[in-house]
């Protein structure tokens, strides 16, 4: 080989070694852009499907309203159906109307009227009936119906170790207060941002709501979640959202 052919094969080698690594890195970077806009779609995609709950849930403040009137109402009701007999060998029932005209017996034998009073004494404004209105107007916007949580938006509520934890203080302050950063749930990390809800909610329906859940979810075993434990929270000033690391470090007995 003389020296001419010798140093042109070798720059010939060179430039197609140089041609096929460029290649080979142009269809990495390829592959790597088609793989970043998946990415960015996919995030694009979470963060309207959170934009979403979050109106959502912010939205159904005037339903929160009408419920609580709805079970205010119930409420007045029950009691007013309690009225007292006209005398005591009357049978048990209540006057219909202010006026004392009409006297009905809770044994009425009118299957309208027994349905009614049924549907009035027991169901509808019971504390499980009013988690569920709580938790479908409000959590169910991230959390889902079914409590199974949705990527990007919220973790899921169902079989939760949060939700099972014993103490009921950790979820009231995350009803409170929300919840901020990395938190780890059925062994996977979300962080996303959870608004609190101190101003929408009251202490005893924090109460109702988290009972519910548990009721659902996974936390049948613990003791009810009493309104005090969120009013003696509340009490404290919290102006960022919770974060895991924080509510860790309530012990739970
Ligand atoms: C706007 C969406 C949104 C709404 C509405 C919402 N949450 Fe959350 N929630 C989240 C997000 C997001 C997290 C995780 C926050 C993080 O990553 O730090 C979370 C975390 C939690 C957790 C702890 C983790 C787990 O999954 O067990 C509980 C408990 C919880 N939420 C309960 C509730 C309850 C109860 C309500 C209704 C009163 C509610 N959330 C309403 C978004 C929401």
Redesign the pocket.
């Known amino acids: 080989m003389s020296r001419t052919t010798f140093i042109a094969s070798i720059l010939c080698a060179g430039v197609l070694g140089g041609l096929g690594a460029y290649l080979a890195r142009q269809s990495a970077l390829d592959s790597l852009v088609a793989q970043n806009t998946v990415l960015q779609q996919r995030l694009q995609q979470a963060q309207a499907d959170r934009q979403a709950?979050?109106a959502k849930?912010a939205g159904n403040d005037l339903e929160m309203e009408n419920l609580r009137q709805d079970s205010l109402a119930l409420a007045v009701l029950r009691e007013q159906l309690k009225t007292n007999a006209p005398s005591l060998d009357s049978p048990p029932g209540f006057f219909t109307d202010s006026n004392h005209l009409v006297y009905l017996s809770y044994t009425t034998p009118d299957p309208v009227l027994r349905s009614f009073l049924r549907w009035v004494m027991g169901g509808s404004g019971d504390a499980k009936s009013k988690g569920r209105a709580?938790?479908q107007k409000?959590?169910a916007?991230?959390?889902q119906q079914d409590g199974a949580?949705k990527d990007g938006?919220?973790?899921?509520?169902a079989d939760?170790e949060?939700?099972q934890a014993a103490s009921g203080e950790r979820?009231v302050r995350?009803?409170l207060n929300g919840?901020?950063?990395?938190?780890q749930?059925r062994g996977k990390t979300?962080?996303?941002?959870?608004?609190p809800?101190r101003d929408n909610?009251s202490d005893e329906e924090i109460a109702i709501?988290?009972n519910y859940?548990r009721a659902q979810w996974g936390g049948q075993g613990a003791a009810p979640i009493k309104p005090e434990v969120a009013a003696a929270a509340r009490q404290e000033s919290h102006p960022k959202p919770e974060t895991?690391e924080e509510l860790l470090r309530i012990s739970v007995p």
Request: proline fraction near 10%.
């Open positions: 709950a979050l849930a709580i938790f409000i959590c916007a991230c959390h949580g938006v919220a973790p899921p509520l939760s949060w939700v979820l995350i009803v919840l901020n950063g990395p938190i749930v979300w962080n996303i941002v959870m608004p809800w909610l709501v988290l859940i895991s």
